[in-house]
């Protein structure tokens, strides 16, 4: 005999395994949400929809997916745009850094950032809204970055600003149908990204303990802006304010400063990817 189909809403997570997605599922479970959480690592799903399952009593779906193979992301965008089991919130989270300049970086690496940073941001925001419309519900948020604002944070500021600038663009096409998308903006986060790109996540000193968010409360304030409706969420007052700067800033004045840093102090900035 099968069993009743939940009455919880669900929310897909990318990057579920680690850092801020493995938060964002966590808040989500949380929230009342069923999970369908995604990520390369089969093991790491399987013990992260384990404890999901047991902390929070809810239903987590495991799907194994390297999202820079285009055959993987087809799958993860179907089970997005799923009538028989609708998706209501999709986090796309998953991505990585580089510690490489562009011109002379390794092609496929570069490529495999836009393919995940990019390309399933875009392919799986397209499943998920073209479903979630007609239902006259749901809710999207990408992840982005304060290094999305910086001209000169390498192919990683590049790609990131291509987040920021789909969602908003989607957020106006998106008024009016009941479905809204919110892009995240953090700042630096403790994770598995600085160590796993080969960078420097630096020390204890109380500037860094003034720069580095806590990871909750990132994603508490994304989610609240989120089912809140608000394109664009900054979190923390401090990052605000850094992000107001940066945009009212002159764009050229911006990248004069930043590529005009010594390469080393560059270096121990994670966005440099140099
Ligand atoms: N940490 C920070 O300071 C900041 C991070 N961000 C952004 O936050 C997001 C999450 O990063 P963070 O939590 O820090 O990083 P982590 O390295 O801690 O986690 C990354 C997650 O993404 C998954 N992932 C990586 N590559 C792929 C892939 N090809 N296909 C599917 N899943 C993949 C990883 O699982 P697996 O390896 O098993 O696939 C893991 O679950 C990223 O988009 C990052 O750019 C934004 C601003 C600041
Ligand atoms: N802001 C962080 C990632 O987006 C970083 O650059 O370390």
Redesign the pocket.
Known sequence: MSSAPSSRPTALV?????????AYARSLAGRGFDLVV????VA?LETTAATLRSEFGVEVEVLA????DRAALERVAERVASTRAPVDVLVN?????LRQRFYDGVPADHE?MFD??CRAVMVLSRAATGAMVPRGRGWVLN?????GLVPGGGHYSAA?AYVIVLTETLAGELRGTGVKATVVE?????????A?SGMTSGGSSSLSSRIWLDIDDVVDASLDDLFAGRPVSVPTKRWKAVSTVLDVLPRGLVSRVWNGMPSGARRRH?TSGQ
């Open positions: 990318t990057g579920a395994t680690a850092g801020l997605g493995a995604v990520a390369r690592d790491r997916a390297d999202l820079s989270n998953a991505g990585f850094g495999r995940v940073l992840v982005g970055s304060v290094a990131k953090p700042g630096y986060v403790r994770t598995e990204f600085h796993r994670p």
